[in-house]
């Protein structure tokens, strides 16, 4: 019955979205004007890509264009990610007319060289003065066209703009540059290097000001630990905390589940990492966050504002977000990941269990 609903609300004209109709006319456009046309839609997710697809290949008139997708190849295909070679067979199909348009997340900016590109559509999607620069730069056809698809709603139009605005103070800036080179090679080339010097001086001081925060922050977590914030028991030392691709904090100490009760959770795969259960203190049924599995070993991952810390003079203090934590953690290590893999033996009582 709700399928039927909205079916009928899709049905419905009064219930269309302007923008994938402008959208629709202007692809279909294209293709009257020149048949052999290869477009480009960009827009800002994956998912987005997935939804857009999906829409074209129920369109009859845009079905026949054999729509494709292409997106980066960091993400599993689970989440809707692309191997390599996927890309590769993707773009010899569209160089060739398989796919007379591919939709793409930002991933084909830079490095697509189709010379029969001639329409780069960006669906509600806009980047900066130089994405805005590339975007366009798709289309390699003589006489190609960039078009921006958006609602008033949402700002990106005025983002249009200013990037207009700011494309055109970059190119007067980069002629000034050029003027300068050819009329006082000497003084443009001084100048050139009293930059690159001041610029070298300010990334150095920024990497000591990095590595003199971290060292306070390793000085003031010496010591301290986790208690639950509700019951107040020990949960763990943060010295057995470790980052996982900067994200994700967790307790790389096989005695912390002794501490807790893991309910299980359905398999969630993000990226190269699969959440599977979710946390609670054993005292007092406290959640404390959720087990990932990542490279084969379980790691408990926890949120920061489930706790109180504690410090070895017994002061204690709370902290809402792990980026404002008064103490380092250290990245991960093949030894912390080998050191939470399971032993024969922990499996063998789990299958007993």
């Known amino acids: 019955e709700a399928k039927q609903k909205l079916q009928e609300y899709a049905a419905d ?3 269309s979205n302007p923008k994938l109709d402008q959208l629709r006319y202007m692809i279909l456009q294209a293709y009257k004007e020149k048949r052999d046309s290869r ?9 987005l890509t997935i939804a857009l697809l999906t829409w074209m290949r129920e369109d ?8 494709g997708r292409l997106v980066g190849a960091g993400a599993s295909e689970s989440t809707g990610g692309m191997t390599k070679n996927q890309q590769v067979e993707l773009l010899d199909l569209f160089t060739t007319g398989g796919h007379k348009i591919v939709i793409s997340t930002s991933v084909a900016e830079e490095g697509i060289d189709i010379a029969k590109c001639n329409f780069v559509f960006r669906y509600d999607y806009v980047g900066n003065e130089i994405g805005k620069v590339q975007t366009r730069g798709r289309g390699r056809a003589e006489g190609s066209k960039s078009v921006l698809i958006a609602g008033r709603e949402g700002g990106n139009v005025l983002k249009e703009k200013l990037n207009t605005i700011r494309e055109k103070l970059m190119e007067k800036a980069m002629n000034q540059v050029w003027q300068m080179q050819n009329e006082t090679h000497g003084d443009f080339l001084k100048e050139v290097r009293r930059l690159q010097l001041e610029s070298k001086k300010d990334r150095d001081l920024a990497q000591a000001l990095k590595e003199l925060e971290k060292k306070t ?3 003031f977590g010496k010591g301290m630990k986790l208690l639950c914030l509700k019951c107040k028991c020990f949960v763990c030392n943060v010295s057995d905390f470790r980052k996982i691709k900067e994200n994700h904090h967790v307790v790389v100490d096989k005695a912390f589940y002794q501490r807790i009760i893991i309910t299980p959770h359905p398999p969630k795969k993000i990226d190269d990492w699969e959440m599977n259960g979710k946390i609670y203190c054993m005292n007092c049924r406290q959640d404390w966050g959720i087990q990932m599995v990542y490279r084969q070993a379980s790691f408990p991952t926890l949120k920061i504002e489930s706790f109180v810390l504690e410090k070895p003079d017994g002061q ?22 080998s050191g939470m893999l399971k032993t024969p033996e ?8």
């Open 39 to 47: 477009c480009l839609l960009f827009c800002k997710t994956r998912a």
């Open 13 to 15: 004209p009064k219930y």
């Open 316 to 337: 204690r203090l709370t902290c809402r977000k792990w980026k404002t934590a008064p103490f380092e953690v250290d990245d991960i290590t093949p030894d912390d990941i």
């Open 217 to 219: 922050k390793k000085d």
């Open 60 to 67: 009859p008139s845009l079905c026949k264009l054999n729509p």
């Open 346 to 353: 922990e499996e063998e009582e789990e299958v007993d269990d």
